[in-house]
């Protein structure tokens, strides 16, 4: 036997169907408390994006509590689950165990919304406009190429306004602790001190080469003259106190230090909130007043970039609307005197939102239905704010769609022809025709149709009737 075949890895491998787990991602940077002492943590809630990867297993291996790990997991914890999946904290503690969770938060979330088929688009703030205008104006896309800034290089980087991106190199200021924010003070800022103010030299030079050139423009000086332009110390000293004369946060020294150290944005002023288009406005609100996202604003959840498309029935072919979706009625519609009324809260896809209806069947909750009453819904639009919640908007499904999702529509209508009962010659005679707009052709849709005809051919009794009463009427024209 070789060397490398009994070395530790090489028995490794062979004991284990489990190499190695990747490095847990850093948590979500809203996940701790902020300088004003506003808590936005908790052992219990959900994460923003999973930082652990989540470990299924075989049903076989699953029955002995094999995970393919050092040692099997406790049977009880991981055998009576409808989410057999796990995430690791410690492959070995100190106490000689492994630190492990359930995972079904975020795996059983993403299938959920896998199966929802819903894209993601600019999150907007939920407002009374926004309500009365959401249904019939769809919003962007997150993955349009004028929002989406994932993958960048250095030179396009300089293109993308930090008010659009969602990743960015420095920390949150506004976000910091006192001990943080001193710590990144000592140990980043100072040791880069040289290298801004070589970047602000050449800022301040190109500022003051451009503002010469159009002077001397101005003056009718020539290309080669306007060209050889020499910046002294004093004015480079002017213009450095000019910056920081400013000390507003919107000044043009604070933008040179963002852009310097890659910083979230700050906040801007009326006059240039005013100037924005409103979809920059939403943006730039979002990333300055709860600082930076802490996910993408798909959070992974879909790729999609639109929902048009049409879902194939098997029997029924193309739908006009996408199938709907069961929701949990968690809480009913009421309303209070000192708060308002309250509009019914749903759980959808892992997800609580507001339904917008005045339906009686969410007037309450109901208590005697296992699992709670439920009602169908269709999905409008979704999006993820920038603390990494769900915002999801839905509407009431109709009657046809809500009786297709449930399958009791389950062949499609054919078209037959309708038959009329004989009537005799006497009881016609005196009688006014049939109405010129009713079609003898029916589709099965209204009861009249549905409970005459059976698609058979007339009868020859009946064709004798009929032949026979033409004939009478023919003799007393006669």
């Given at each position: 036997?070789?060397?490398?075949s009994r070395s530790p890895t090489a028995r490794l491998l062979r004991n284990s169907r489990l190499?190695?787990?990747?490095?847990?991602?850093?948590?979500?940077?809203?996940?701790?408390?902020?300088?004003?002492?506003?808590?936005?943590?908790?052992?219990?809630?959900?994460?923003?994006?999973?930082?652990?990867?989540?470990?299924?297993?075989?049903?076989?291996?699953?029955?002995?509590?094999?995970?393919?790990?050092?040692?099997?997991?406790?049977?009880?914890?991981?055998?009576?689950?409808?989410?057999?999946?796990?995430?690791?904290?410690?492959?070995?503690?100190i106490e000689h165990i492994t630190d492990y969770e359930s995972a079904a938060d975020h795996t059983?979330?993403?299938?959920?919304?896998?199966?929802?088929?819903?894209?993601?688009?600019?999150?907007?703030?939920?407002?009374?406009?926004?309500?009365?205008?959401?249904?019939?104006?769809?919003?962007?896309?997150?993955?349009?190429?004028?929002?989406?800034?994932?993958?960048?290089?250095?030179?396009?980087?300089?293109?993308?306004?930090?008010?659009?991106?969602?990743?960015?190199?420095?920390?949150?200021?506004?976000?910091?602790?006192?001990?943080?924010?001193?710590?990144?003070?000592?140990?980043?800022?100072?040791?880069?001190?040289?290298?801004?103010?070589?970047?602000?030299?050449?800022?301040?030079?190109?500022?003051?080469?451009?503002?010469?050139?159009?002077?001397?423009?101005?003056?009718?000086?020539?290309?080669?003259?306007?060209?050889?332009?020499?910046?002294?110390?004093?004015?480079?000293?002017?213009?450095?106190?000019?910056?920081?004369?400013?000390?507003?946060?919107?000044?043009?020294?604070?933008?040179?230090?963002?852009?310097?150290?890659?910083?979230?944005?700050?906040?801007?002023?009326?006059?240039?909130?005013?100037?924005?288009?409103?979809?920059?406005?939403?943006?730039?609100?979002?990333?300055?007043?709860?600082?930076?996202?802490?996910?993408?604003?798909?959070?992974?959840?879909?790729?999609?970039?639109?929902?048009?498309?049409?879902?194939?029935?098997?029997?029924?072919?193309?739908?006009?609307?996408?199938?709907?979706?069961?929701?949990?009625?968690?809480?009913?519609?009421?309303?209070?005197?000192?708060?308002?009324?309250?509009?019914?809260?749903?759980?959808?896809?892992?997800?609580?939102?507001?339904?917008?209806?005045?339906?009686?069947?969410?007037?309450?909750?109901?208590?005697?239905?296992?699992?709670?009453?439920?009602?169908?819904?269709?999905?409008?639009?979704?999006?993820?704010?920038?603390?990494?919640?769900?915002?999801?908007?839905?509407?009431?499904?109709?009657?046809?769609?809500?009786?297709?999702?449930?399958?009791?529509?389950?062949?499609?209508?054919?078209?037959?022809?309708?038959?009329?009962?004989?009537?005799?010659?006497?009881?016609?005679?005196?009688?006014?025709?049939?109405?010129?707009?009713?079609?003898?052709?029916?589709?099965?849709?209204?009861?009249?149709?549905?409970?005459?005809?059976?698609?058979?051919?007339?009868?020859?009794?009946?064709?004798?009737?009929?032949?026979?009463?033409?004939?009478?009427?023919?003799?007393?024209?006669?």
């Open positions: 036997m070789s060397l490398s190499f190695s787990l990747p490095q847990p991602l850093p948590r979500p940077s809203h996940d701790s408390s902020l300088a004003a002492g506003i808590v936005r943590a908790s052992d219990t809630a959900t994460l923003p994006y999973p930082t652990h990867q989540a470990l299924a297993t075989p049903t076989s291996s699953r029955s002995r509590g094999d995970w393919g790990l050092k040692r099997p997991l406790p049977l009880r914890s991981t055998t009576n689950t409808t989410t057999p999946s796990v995430r690791i904290k410690a492959l070995d503690t059983r979330t993403l299938v959920k919304w896998q199966e929802m088929n819903i894209p993601l688009v600019v999150h907007e703030q939920r407002t009374r406009s926004s309500m009365s205008q959401v249904y019939g104006k769809p919003r962007k896309s997150v993955f349009e190429d004028s929002i989406d800034n994932t993958a960048v290089s250095e030179a396009e980087r300089a293109t993308v306004t930090s008010d659009k991106r969602w990743k960015f190199d420095g920390p949150w200021i506004a976000g910091m602790k006192q001990g943080e924010f001193r710590y990144y003070l000592e140990n980043v800022v100072k040791r880069k001190k040289m290298t801004f103010n070589v970047y602000l030299r050449k800022h301040i030079r190109e500022h003051l080469t451009k503002g010469k050139m159009y002077e001397m423009r101005d003056k009718g000086a020539g290309a080669a003259e306007a060209g050889d332009i020499h910046i002294t110390g004093e004015e480079y000293a002017d213009y450095i106190k000019k910056l920081r004369s400013d000390t507003t946060l919107n000044s043009e020294l604070s933008r040179l230090i963002r852009d310097f150290l890659d910083l979230p944005g700050t906040g801007e002023s009326e006059s240039g909130a005013n100037q924005r288009s409103p979809l920059a406005r939403l943006e730039v609100r979002d990333v300055t007043d709860a600082g930076p996202p802490s996910t993408h604003p798909s959070a992974g959840l879909s790729y999609l970039r639109t929902d048009s498309f049409l879902e194939n029935h098997p029997v029924l072919g193309p739908l006009h609307k996408k199938l709907p979706i069961q929701a949990r009625i968690v809480s009913g519609r009421s309303s209070n005197f000192t708060r308002g009324a309250q509009r019914p809260k749903l759980g959808v896809g892992g997800v609580i939102t507001e339904l917008y209806t005045d339906s009686h069947e969410t007037a309450r909750m109901d208590l005697e239905t296992e699992g709670g009453a439920k009602i169908w819904v269709h999905t409008v639009q979704a999006s993820v704010d920038p603390r990494g919640r769900i915002d999801l908007r839905i509407v009431k499904a109709d009657d046809v769609s809500a009786m297709i999702a449930e399958g009791k529509v389950d062949k499609p209508v054919t078209m037959f022809r309708t038959q009329s009962e004989p009537r005799p010659f006497s009881s016609r005679l005196n009688e006014p025709l049939d109405r010129r707009g009713r079609s003898r052709m029916g589709y099965g849709l209204s009861g009249a149709s549905a409970g005459l005809g059976k698609g058979n051919r007339m009868s020859d009794e009946t064709a004798n009737a009929r032949a026979d009463s033409l004939l009478g009427i023919l003799d007393q024209a006669k």
